[in-house]
């Protein structure tokens, strides 16, 4: 139901790249250790399909009435 397509998969992998190398080109060490969640997310979804934001937003939309 809330499974992301392939192209929607490969969009989080080329994302989480970018992110990656951003976090990189600043310094592993600089940025903050929360930065690495929103890749660890991406990669979690390009790997199994699922993805948290397309279930929450699902789940809220549905809640308020908006049908897809």
């Known amino acids: 139901m809330f499974t992301a397509t392939k ?35 991406l990669y979690f979804a390009a790997a199994t399909g699922f993805c948290l934001g397309l279930f929450v937003s699902g789940k809220f939309l549905d809640a308020i009435g908006v049908k897809d």
Do not use: K
């Open 7 to 41: 192209t929607q998969r490969l969009f989080f992998f080329n994302l989480a790249n970018f992110i990656l190398l951003g976090l990189w080109l600043t310094g592993l060490n600089t940025v903050h250790w929360f930065a690495y969640v929103i890749p660890a997310a």
